[in-house]
């Protein structure tokens, strides 16, 4: 069974950094991309990176230059790194599991229970 567990969100002011962390379980984690995607209301679901199972990476140009995704095969974890945050920023985040060792291949739609990042001032 899939298990993703997000964790590490929370609230803070525009520039602030922050650092999420997402454990996961029930499939061959090193052999798989992983995303981090983010829904807010009125903005549908987006997503703000993605490591392929190699570890490249991508993102997209919103968060381009501050959000840094990394992964430990060992741990089964990835993690994302936010900085300079905006009040755009503010979202439940997910990880999800890639359909494809590489990315641009899609995700799972299962996400885990997520974790709230508010950045306000």
């Known amino acids: 069974e899939v298990q993703l567990v997000e964790s590490g969100g929370g609230a803070l002011q525009p520039g602030g950094s922050l650092r999420l962390s997402c454990a996961a379980s029930g499939f061959t984690f090193s052999s798989s991309s992983m995303y981090w995607v983010r829904q807010s209301p009125g903005r549908g679901l987006e997503w703000v990176s993605c490591i392929a199972a190699r570890g490249g990476t991508v993102y997209p140009d919103s968060v381009r230059g501050r959000f840094t995704i990394s992964r430990d095969n060992a741990k089964n974890t990835v993690d994302l790194l936010m900085d300079s945050l905006k009040t755009e920023d503010t979202a439940m985040y997910y990880c999800?599991?890639?359909?494809?060792?590489?990315?641009?291949?899609?995700?799972?739609?299962?996400r885990g229970q997520g974790t709230q990042v508010t950045v306000s001032s």
């Open positions: 999800a599991r890639g359909l494809r060792s590489f990315c641009g291949g899609g995700y799972s739609n299962y």
